[in-house]
């Protein structure tokens, strides 16, 4: 489970709309991070896999790429 | 500084709007507080998961999570009680349905709103270290609907209920019940205890008092156990299908204390039903099933296993004391037998082998066998009969299997030694008879003994078949270097028996035809010329004779007699009448063996080869006997010999004691000697002990014997008394 929000999110009893729509908004989150965010699922997968490399991360992303990680439980 | 462009490290503020409104608080719970109650509506589609998380997550991060709580907790709680009131609406059988119902959408909701409230969930409530919101809408279910006046006693009274019809024979929902209890449990073990479980036992108790009550004044004690066993494993269903597993112990332990620890005696003693009944018409279903449910119970097993030992003990000392019984030796051992049979039997059936009966079993037999002092003399004359005839064409496996028996009595016997007399007294007839029937059998058993007892045992016993065997190659001998000599003579056939290991005989007188006395003398002469510094002299009392004789009509018969009775007979070749009182001048034969060797030859129909004046059945001083021309017999062997190994007279009873006793004197003196080198001092209690101990697997010494063989031995300077304690013995070196 890489992102216990999102998990929730689409499995969550109830019905809600990102379920039944089979989409999901993030419109808090800025695009460069939510891509550098789906970069990293990406990653994690392969790592889990036994592909062992190494995520890279522009420093300047940084300070953002925390709050969103936080966000979404991962 | 480089030509390449470094990108600038740039620190950015918040995207975020920073919030300024006062009122963003509430108007974000607001919306929350929708949420909640569309969830609880059944109309959460068409939310958003994401905006209703994203408002709660910024409830928190802004420092609101304390309002986002306790709004949770009003919400939640207003709608419980909404949802409590419909449920208390509910009439009778819906009641449970529409609990279980709403409870299935509370979790439900429960689930949802827990996922968008996660991020408070994670931070804020650690935090303040605040219920958790799935434990949380646990509570406010128990505390608001379960523990609501109303319902809490409605739900405990239909859930006793629906057992109680169950147990009465109706059917009932099953799945509903598994619901519903597991809802409890869900709520908290103690709630699962308190609001059910608690009171569940209290009424099953009642329950099953009542029925208890009724079963045993209507049943006899097999229907019972039956009834109580099918209650039983009717509520261990009932746990595997609708309640917690821990509740199974609880339930079973009081249908156990119920049905059977409150009737336990009553069962056992029942009249005609009860542990002895059954015991004797060896019912062993029923034993089985007293055994398992009894198992259960404290002292359960105990009582069943008192009961039957002192039934056993009461039966094994019937046996023994009964004098019709004790007649007859071998009838009586097999009675023993027979017993020990079916009590096994019993216990491996019935009672799973369980090894503390077992030993039960054992020691009554051992209580009631030494019961009566002539046990080892039966036992003796039991193997002499087996292996005399009843042995006669039983496999090898079988033969075993009686011997094995009779090794298991042999065990029991506190007194080893008298029995040791005893079967050498009978071994020896049954060699020089030539009765036994097979020597394998003989063999097997000495085996055992030695096996039981060790080799000094049966060393002697051994020593007579080597005699036996010794007395084949002598005869051998002395007929090939003899056998031109003895012509038209009589046929001798002679046992040499070396004097210590067969039974002591006493000297008797008799003597011996002339034309006997000749062949005695020629293997007299051929043996000691072989052996020399031996000493030989002629058992008369053991031997036996075959005669050919011819009757009044010319019919031959040959016939088995004894020594003694040769000698009496051997008489009639020159003279056709004779008194008592001639016969026993001639032959010197001491009275009693000699009366009792005229009884056979002139009294048992049959047999009678001499007539006696007058024709009574005792044998007097002043009778005249006559040689019985008119005797007829179908056979042409007749056998008048000395009967087979019979029990005991009275006084030869007393005789055999009283030499028992004299032999037990040297062994407990050894013993007192041995026990005194290594210890050196020791004083009078401990010795006892010792002694006892060392002599028991042969027999129990009297601590007054012990006393006086000590004193005997201080008299002849083994042990003194110490100066100071009287009580205490040295040995002297």
Redesign the interface.
Known sequence: MVS??IG??LT?????????LGE?????I?AVILEKICQYFYWALQYSRGKETEFHIE??LT??LMMAPN?L?T | MSAQKK?A????AF??RVVVDPKYAEKTWKILEHAIHE?YN?N???????EL??NA?NMVLHKFGEKLYSGLVTTMTSHLKEISNSIEAAQGGLFLDELNRKWAEHN??L??IR??L??MD?TFIPNTHKTPVHELGLNLWRDVVIHSHAIQSRLQAILLENVRRERSGEVIDRGLMRSITKMLMDLGPSVYQDDFEKHFLEVSADFYRLESQEFIESCDCGEYLKKAERRLNEEIERVSHYLDTRSEVKITNVVETEMIESHMHRLVHMENSGLINMIVDEKFEDLGRMYCLFRRVSNGLVLIRDVMTSFIRDTGKQLLTDPERLKDPVDFVQHLLDLKDKYDKIITSAFRNDKTFQNALNSSFEYFINLNSRSPEFISLFVDDKLRKGLRGVTEEDVELVLDKVMMLFRYLQEKDVFEKYYKQHLAKRLLSGKSVSDDAERSLIVKLKTECGYQFTSKLEGMFTDMKTSQDTMQGFHASHGSDIGDGPMLSVQVLTTGSWPTQPITTCNLPAEILGICEKFRNYYLGTHTGRRLSWQTNMGTADLKATFGKGQKHELNVSTYQMCVLMLFNDADRLSYKEIEQVTEIPTSDLKRCLQSLACVKGKNVLRKEPMSKDIADTDTFLFNDKYTSKFFKVKIGTVAAQRESEPENQETRQRVEEDRKPQIEAAIVRIMKARRVLDHNNIVAEVTKQLQSRFLPNPVVIKKRIESLIEREFLERDKGDRKLYRYLA
């Not at chain 1, 999901?24 to 808090?28: D, I």
């Not at chain 2, 490290?9 to 950015?12: L, N, R």
């Not at chain 2, 959460?44 to 994401?50: C, P, R, T, V, Y």
Request: hydrophobic content about 30%; glycine content about 6%; charged content about 25%.
């Open positions: 216990q929000t929730n999110m969550s009893p109830g019905g809600f709309a990102e379920m039944e999901v908004t993030f419109p808090e800025s420093p300047e300070l953002e966000y439980h | 990108k490290f740039q620190i950015e995207k975020h969830i059944h959460a589609s068409g939310l958003s998961f994401e998380y994203r997550y439900k909701a689930q949802m996922d968008i996660m991020y994670r």
